[in-house]
């Protein structure tokens, strides 16, 4: 009697803790648990791909921007990558008109971004800075908080325009 009450507490535990545990019984098959966490934390992860729509945060004239190609052969974009974006919203009398193409700097993405001290960086929303072929900033304001990583990725133009910098 204690031995079946035993090998179905064993058998309940196993289905709750699933792959958590290395075991030789537990590693034969996938867990449902397992494939959900996979799930969650790749959610977590996910950084600015096509189809990402992005605040603007300079005087350019556009409001929001989508985000069409990630430049470098890369799927994504993170802090600091250029990127090809449709302008989608734009103020009326800017430089920049609703449906033209722009290349654009990422200067603020909600995925953590490691620096080298050990600290982490992360913001509220995913915003850009419009740029010419050149590199050159379109806008002659950038607003808000701007990270110090652009200086390696060449864009001290930005950090110099930006009224704070992260």
Avoid: W
């Avoid at 600015?48 to 729509?53: A, L």
Wanted: proline share 2%; hydrophobic share 40%; net charge positive.
């Amino acid at each position: 009697m204690a031995a079946s009450n035993s090998s179905r507490l064993f058998k309940a535990g196993r289905s709750i803790l699933g792959g958590l545990s290395n075991n030789s019984v537990g590693a034969s098959r996938p867990s449902y648990d397992m494939t959900c966490m996979d799930f969650v934390s790749q959610q977590q992860r996910a950084f600015i791909q096509m189809r990402t729509n992005l605040k603007v945060v300079d005087n350019s004239g556009a409001k929001r921007v989508m985000c069409i190609q990630a430049l470098k052969g890369r799927k994504g974009a993170r802090l600091g990558d250029t990127i090809i974006a449709s302008v989608k919203e734009a103020n009326m009398g800017g430089k920049v008109k609703k449906g033209e193409v722009h290349y654009a700097v990422v200067v603020r993405a909600a995925m953590q971004r490691a620096r080298c001290d050990g600290s982490e960086v992360q913001f509220d929303d995913n915003a850009v800075v419009l740029i010419n072929k050149q590199g050159e900033p379109i806008g002659t304001r950038v607003f808000g908080p701007v990270p110090h990583e652009l200086r390696r990725k060449k864009h001290i133009k930005i950090l110099s325009l930006a009224e704070h910098m992260a």
